[in-house]
Nanobody, 116 residues
Framework: QVQLVESGGGLVQPGGSLRLSCAAS????????MGWYRQAPGKQRELVAT????????NYADSVKGRFTISRDNAKNTVYLQMNSLKPEDTAVYYC?????????WGQGTQVTVSS
């Protein structure tokens, strides 16, 4: 069973950058297409970026395209999300998981707050 631990969130000013990490346990991680999700207060969880199992294909929601970059290091069982040019509307709890059902158990997420 894969377990996920997200980290790297924090408080940043508009226009700033953060790099999120998602450490996964379990050998199955390497075969999954992985995604980063976010959930803002009062809103549904949304998928913002995905990366293929080999790391060679990525996809982004329109709201983050050109600003966020997803990547993975299968040797370290880790998925990353580099976030640049952050906006207040990027404020949310960020989670990683498979890109589709059935999901593995959700981690605790990492809070990203963009505010001056």
């Amino acid at each position: 069973q894969v377990q996920l631990v997200e980290s790297g969130g924090g408080l940043v000013q508009p226009g700033g950058s953060l790099r999120l990490s998602c450490a996964a346990s379990g050998s199955s991680f390497k075969i999954y297409v992985m995604g980063w999700y976010r959930q803002a207060p009062g809103k549904q969880r949304e998928l913002v970026a995905t990366v293929s199992s080999g790391g060679d294909r990525t996809n982004y929601a329109d709201s983050v395209k050109g600003r966020f970059t997803i990547s993975r290091d299968n040797a370290k069982n880790t998925v990353y999300l580099q976030m640049n040019s952050l906006k207040p509307e990027d404020t949310a709890v960020y989670y990683c998981n498979k890109d589709r059902l059935p999901y593995v158990s959700w981690g605790q997420g990492t809070q990203v707050t963009v505010s001056s």
